[in-house]
C-alpha cells in the first residue's frame, strides 16, 4: 500500500522546500541600493504631504493629438539621418555647438545670428538681384 503525505505545518518545511527548488545567484547584486528612498511610495508620499509639491522626479505627462505625426521608424531615420549631418561638419563648427546638435538647431532658429551662420558655412549668402539693364521684348 502506497502512503500518502499530507502537508500540514508539522511536517512541511519551507526553508527546505525553497533551498532544494529556489535560485540562487552568487554573484555581487547590480542592483543600485543609492536610490531606494525614490522609489520606496511610503516615503514618496511623506514627502509629498510634508512639502505639499510633487515629487521633482516624476513625469508630468502631455497630452494632445498626435494623429498627424509620423510612425516611430520615419522620425528614428529623420534623426539618424540629422546626427549625420552633423557629424559631417568640420570639427571646429562643432566644438563651436559643444558637439551638440540641439545647440545647432536653436543657433539656425534665431534670426539674429544670421551673419555669424554665414560666415562658419551653415548657410548660404542670399543671392542679391543683379543689375542688368531691363530690355524691352518690343527692340
Known sequence: MKTILVRNPYNFD????????????????????????????????DRMVKTGEHV?????EDYGD??????????MNKLIDAQDAFSSLDAPVRERFNNDPGQLFHFLNNENNRQEAIKLGLITQPETPSAAPITNASE
Not at 521633482?56 to 508630468?60: D, G, K, S, Y
Request: aromatic content about 4%.
Open 66 to 75: 498626435f494623429s498627424g505625426a509620423e510612425d516611430y521608424h520615419t522620425l
Open 14 to 45: 519551507p526553508d527546505l522546500l525553497s533551498l532544494s527548488t529556489g535560485l540562487e545567484c552568487p554573484e555581487p547584486s547590480l542592483t543600485l541600493q543609492s536610490s531606494k528612498d525614490d522609489c520606496d511610495l511610503n516615503l514618496i508620499v
Open 56 to 60: 521633482p522626479q516624476a513625469r508630468i
